[in-house]
Nanobody, 126 residues
């Protein structure tokens, strides 16, 4: 059974940095490397929104406009782990952050992901 476990959330001041991690289990290293991995977030009263994704092939990355230039997604296939480095955070980045794994489909569409983590809370104070 595939499990995704996020960590690294917490309280950070505006302008600060935070690094989220997502560890995948239940997938061999080779299989994990073939999944696109995405980060999404959901603030209270809002829909879940795409943040960033990284494909298995050549590590191609895609970002939401709201985080482009501030957040960086990366992956370590040997460790079955994907990261989200969050720099210059803003209060509007406050949300529960989820990682997800996708075998194929549109990387920006939540419903096209196969597995989800339980989420980690990120709170940015002004």
């Amino acid at each position: 059974q595939v499990q995704l476990v996020e960590s690294g959330g917490g309280l950070v001041q505006a302008g600060g940095s935070l690094r989220l991690s997502c560890a995948a289990s239940g997938l061999s290293g080779v299989t994990f490397s073939r999944y696109a991995m995405g980060w999404f977030r959901q603030a209270p009263g809002k829909e879940r929104e795409f943040v960033a994704a990284i494909r298995w092939s050549a590590g191609v990355t895609t970002y939401a406009d709201s985080v482009k230039g501030r957040f960086t997604i990366s992956r370590d296939n040997a460790r079955n782990t994907v990261y989200l480095q969050m720099n210059s955070v803003k209060p509007e980045d406050t949300a529960v952050y989820y990682c997800a794994a996708q075998r194929s489909g549109s990387i920006m569409v939540p419903n096209e992901y196969d597995y989800w983590g339980q989420g980690t809370q990120v709170t940015v104070s002004s």
